[in-house]
């Protein structure tokens, strides 16, 4: 089992970036795909990012190619998301999730984070 843990949200301005951590405790992280998943007030969650276990393979959502990218250090156990050029569209809390398959379904991850907020104003 392994245990995830967001951080580095935060409040930005639109235009500005951020960068958020998944820092994995637990089992090795790269035995893992890790998916980022983001949920907006009154909104489902959706699909943002997903990295294949060695990093060599990654998938967006449409709305945040070229501009967010995802990366993952394995012998740090930790995910990135780079997120640059933000509009306040993107204010959600940003959850990342991890799971033996690679996949851009939320019903599909087995082990979830608590979520980090990041709010971007106009």
């Known amino acids: 089992q392994v245990q995830l843990v967001e951080s580095g949200g935060g409040l930005v301005q639109a235009g500005g970036s951020l960068r958020l951590s998944c820092a994995a405790s637990?089992?090795?992280?790269?035995?893992?795909?890790v998916g980022w998943f983001r949920q907006a007030p009154g909104k489902e969650r959706e699909f943002v990012a997903v990295?294949?276990?060695?990093?060599?393979?990654?998938a967006y959502a449409d709305f945040v190619k070229g501009r967010f990218t995802i990366s993952r250090d394995n012998a740090k156990n930790l995910v990135y998301l780079q997120m640059n050029s933000l509009k306040p569209d993107d204010t959600a809390v940003y959850y990342c999730a991890a799971d033996t398959r690679y996949s851009t379904t939320l019903g599909e991850y087995d082990y979830w984070g608590q979520g980090t907020q990041v709010t971007v104003s106009s």
């Open positions: 637990g089992r090795t992280l790269s035995s893992y795909a």
């Open positions: 990295i294949w276990r060695s990093g060599g393979l990654a």
